[in-house]
């Protein structure tokens, strides 16, 4: 990847950034998954960082709610994100966003005291044989008959490298994708068995920012979904950093190791970001990241607050609209744009929405003045 100058811009981001122009040109046309005829390979890649996936998750209702899923062509996600991007790729996106501050705000799903009993943390079960299931249950079928591609990287501990999970054979395949990718190392003890046998954790291990891979396999456009705010790179290891090293070198010789070089490449990674939002590198691939404003507060990855993480939401959602519909993000500080969720009746007996209960739960944009 080439590093371009920084123009001289107040904006987060190049409102003409090649990313937001095709996928407009894209809406606009009426273009297909499948049926393209301008030669790009246009990829989302969504980050997740437990239940900071609220803010890519947010984003995404905003991309379907206005017009933009077709634009894609593949959608790169592990843990929090690659189920992001399953519900997305199945519809009706602010529906599933509502797990985050209705369903998981609880004990059930994250308790740090299990640590001291020898349980786990995170209480995948819970999320997925239950909220996934049966409270707010994903279309594992629309998945799998989506034109748009899902990309599931995990992490494979005995060959110590990041694979790419797509074109899943069945239902069962495509669940156990995205449990493996969620196994979070200390969080989820032990690794997750794969249906083809491998030993697997979380797919953020080995690589840390899922745009990379997307780059990786030739997408020519990448729309990134980044859950922390913008602003400097980071720098140096802090201690969890460090005990997540010896933990994984004890699962595996060679993955702490491996993970360490994720994060410092992780670091690099957010510098050029940074810098591909205001200076796309020239002739491609062209990236853009979006992610919460630099003065916005960072939601913590453990957040159990319900009124946060839907505030947090809110902004997202507001980030992605101004940024594909071409509006300044000072609206947003001065209350000129604010995010308004719907609210929708649930059928109980099944947990799917009502169809007769009025207007879908996904978030409208209140635009005062413009």
């Not at 811009?9 to 409102?15: G, K, L, M, R, S």
């Not at 009706?92 to 308790?111: A, C, G, H, K, M």
Request: aromatic letters at 8%; charged letters at 20%.
């Amino acid at each position: 990847m080439q590093i371009g100058a920084v123009k001289s811009t107040h904006a987060y981001w190049d409102p003409a950034h090649p990313v937001l122009e095709i996928l407009r040109a894209r809406r606009e046309s009426g273009s297909l998954p499948g049926q393209r005829t301008d030669g790009a390979t246009v990829a989302l890649a969504v980050e997740g960082g437990g239940m900071r996936g609220v803010i890519s998750a947010a984003m995404l209702s905003q991309l379907e709610d206005y017009g933009f899923k077709n634009a894609f062509d593949v959608v790169y996600g592990c843990s929090a994100g690659g189920i992001n991007g399953a519900y997305f790729l199945a519809g009706e996106t602010w529906y599933p966003l509502s797990i985050y501050y209705d369903d998981l705000t609880n004990r059930q799903f994250v308790d740090f005291s299990r640590a001291l009993r020898g349980q786990p943390i995170l209480n995948l079960a819970y999320s997925f044989d239950h909220i996934m299931e049966r409270v707010k249950p994903l279309d594992y079928e629309a998945v799998l008959r989506s034109p748009i591609a899902l990309a599931v990287p995990i992490t494979d501990v005995d060959a110590l490298r990041t694979v790419v999970l797509r074109e899943f054979a069945s239902r069962h395949d495509l669940k156990a994708a995205l449990r493996a990718s969620a196994w979070l190392p200390i969080a989820v003890p032990g690794t997750f068995a794969t249906p083809d046998g491998r030993r697997a954790v979380d797919g953020g291990v080995l690589t840390a920012l899922p745009f990379r891979l997307a780059v990786g396999d030739g997408c020519t456009h990448v729309l990134s979904l980044s859950t922390r705010p913008m602003g400097p790179a980071g720098a140096g290891l802090n201690l969890m950093h460090r005990y997540t090293f010896l933990h994984l070198e004890r699962m595996r010789r060679g993955l702490g190791a491996g993970y360490l070089a994720a994060i410092r490449q992780k670091h690099r990674d957010q510098d050029w970001l940074r810098r591909m939002r205001t200076a796309p590198a020239a002739g491609g691939p062209y990236v853009l990241d979006l992610a919460p404003l630099p003065w916005m507060p960072e939601l913590k990855r453990h957040e159990l607050n319900q009124g946060r993480l839907l505030h947090h939401a809110r902004m997202a959602y507001g980030i992605a609209f101004c940024a594909t519909e071409g509006r300044p993000t000072e609206l947003m500080r001065q209350g000129g744009i604010r995010a308004m969720p719907r609210l929708r009746v649930v059928d109980s007996a099944n947990g799917a929405p009502g169809r007769d209960a009025g207007s879908a739960a996904r978030s409208t944009v209140r635009s005062d003045g413009i």
